[in-house]
Each structure stands twice: as structure tokens, then as C-alpha cells.
Antibody, heavy 117, light 107 residues
């Protein structure tokens, strides 16, 4: 079955750039749109943005200026780059698939990112 | 941005009870609403999409209804495994937004 797995540094210093990887297994990354979503400790879910292999993309206005999405189809991986991080970016970061229903039907297990010096 | 407001924030119910969670959108989202279940320390899991369609493999005790701005998630007979936080999400227009979550506790 389709599985997603996030990976990242765990700890990032303030003002640095966060780089996260989502590895997709069981299906081609070309077949769907993909989302990044985060959850700050004890808080609700926050949609970061989505991208599709054809270049279509959108992101939250509050993060748009700091976010970049990219993909490596040969590795079936996609990536999130978040620049100039601060403590407010401390969260569990999830990648998720846009299903045929357009809702996020498959999620990774999440990766915790802490921003601290 | 479309604001999603869930109520209640927390509810406590007994096994076998009928439980209803409400989600209100700040503007019409047609039926572009999903419900997710998130157990402690786990990723969210899709339960309902397009307001009332049950995701494959989800128990039939879960159901969704509503359109426009008012939506409900109902658990017809609460089970111990349903201890979780439930989130609604609109995917009518970007940016997609979530409700603040409803924590369901078992009495």
C-alpha cells in the first residue's frame, strides 16, 4: 500500500533554513498532488501548501514568502524548504497525499522539528 | 481565509453514547469538507470526505452531514477506540484551513 515517510534534521537554529524530505512508496509521485501540513505542540493543524508534478502549487499566505517546494521523481521524493525559521516554526511536520476525493487521504507519521539555539 | 470553528472543544461521553461534533465555516464551502481523527502521538486519519462520504475502511458508526457553512460529524455509538481529537478541514478554496479540533474523552 502507499506509504509516506518524512525525514529531517530534528533541530534547527533560528534564522536558518529547514529542509524536509517526504519519501513515497507504493505509488508514483507523478500521480497525485502532495501537501505539507504542520502542527505546533498542543495546537491545531496548519496547512503549509501543496504542489503537483506539473508545477502547480499553492501555499499559505502566512508562509508563502519563506516556503519552496521541490521534487525528485527518480527518488520518488518531494521536499519542503522553509527559510528564516523562528521558534514559531517548531512543530510536527506532516506530508500527505491529495486523494481522488481531494482530501488528504494518506499521511506520513510526521517528523518533529524544534527551532532553538 | 475561510475560518473553521468547531464545537465543542472537548466532550466527555460514555461508551455507547451518540456523539455529535459541529463545524462551521465562515463562508460557504459547498460540500468540500473533510473530517480527520487524530489519536495521541499519531498522524491524522481521514474519516469523511466531501462532507458525508465515508472513507474506505472507516467503521460505519461514523457519519457526516451538512453543506454550505454548517457540518456535523456523528459517532452513532461511541467506542473506547474512538478516544481521539477530531478535526474538520475545508478544501473549497486556498488556503485550506482546519478547525481547532474537538477532543473526545471516554467517561
Amino acid at each position: 500500500q502507499v506509504q509516506l515517510r518524512e525525514s529531517g534534521p530534528g533541530l534547527v537554529k533560528p534564522s536558518e533554513t529547514l529542509f524536509l524530505t517526504c519519501t513515497v512508496s507504493g505509488d508514483s509521485i507523478r500521480n497525485y498532488a502532495w501537501n505539507w501540513i504542520r502542527q505546533s505542540p498542543g495546537k491545531g493543524l496548519e496547512w503549509i501548501g501543496y504542489f503537483y508534478i506539473n508545477g502547480s502549487t499553492n501555499s499559505s499566505p502566512s508562509l508563502k514568502s519563506r516556503v519552496t517546494f521541490s521534487v525528485d521523481t527518480s527518488k520518488n521524493q518531494f521536499y519542503l524548504k522553509l527559510r528564516s525559521v523562528s521558534a514559531a516554526d517548531t512543530a510536527v511536520y506532516y506530508c500527505a497525499r491529495d486523494g481522488v476525493s481531494r482530501a488528504s487521504d494518506i499521511w506520513g507519521q510526521g517528523t518533529m522539528v524544534t527551532v532553538s539555539s | 481565509d475561510i475560518q473553521m470553528t468547531q464545537s465543542p472543544s472537548t466532550l466527555s461521553a460514555s461508551v455507547g453514547d451518540r456523539v455529535t461534533i459541529t463545524c462551521r465555516a465562515s463562508q460557504s464551502i459547498s460540500s468540500w469538507l473533510a473530517w480527520y481523527q487524530q489519536k495521541p502521538g499519531k498522524a491524522p486519519k481521514l474519516l469523511i470526505y466531501k462532507a458525508s462520504s465515508l472513507e474506505s475502511g472507516v467503521p460505519s458508526r461514523f457519519s457526516g452531514s451538512g453543506s454550505g457553512t454548517q457540518f456535523t460529524l456523528t459517532i452513532s455509538s461511541l467506542q473506547p477506540d474512538d478516544l481521539a481529537t477530531y478535526h474538520c478541514q475545508q478544501y473549497d478554496s486556498y488556503p485550506w484551513t482546519f478547525g481547532q479540533g474537538t477532543k473526545v474523552e471516554i467517561k
